[in-house]
């Protein structure tokens, strides 16, 4: 499966930006999907995922502040970032476990870029 990731930019603090992430393929609804994202100098970390039945999880960090979210009809899911912090700063990725219950990734977007400026 082709993810493309949009909706990446600059904004300052306590700003918001939504990312999509466009899948390829017809059954969409069965796969399971998350958002991970690499800062520099850092290691790649889950930032959320949501199962194919629509159940979510977070990163410690995020909780609260980010939502996933899917659109089974448009092949699309969306992280949605409010109240953004400079330590959000990093390149997310989309991403496609290869299940509900296994998070190795079957799949990786090509990365979308925010930045979030003090």
């Known amino acids: 499966v082709q993810l493309v990731e949009s909706g990446g930019g600059l904004v300052q603090a306590g700003g918001s930006l939504r990312l999509s992430c466009v899948a390829s393929?017809?059954?969409?609804?069965?796969?399971?999907m998350a958002w991970y994202r690499q800062a520099p100098g850092k290691q790649r970390e889950l930032v959320a995922g949501?199962?194919?039945?629509?159940?979510?999880n977070y990163a410690d960090s995020v909780k609260g502040r980010f939502t996933i979210s899917r659109d089974n009809a448009k092949n699309t899911v969306y992280l949605q970032m409010n109240s953004l912090k400079p330590e959000d700063t990093a390149v997310y990725y989309c991403?496609?476990?290869?299940?509900?219950?296994?998070?190795?990734?079957?799949?990786w977007g090509q990365g979308t870029q925010v930045t979030v400026s003090s």
């Open positions: 393929g017809n059954i969409f609804r069965l796969y399971a």
């Open positions: 949501i199962s194919s039945s629509g159940s979510t």
């Open positions: 991403a496609r476990p290869i299940s509900n219950s296994n998070s190795i990734v079957a799949s």
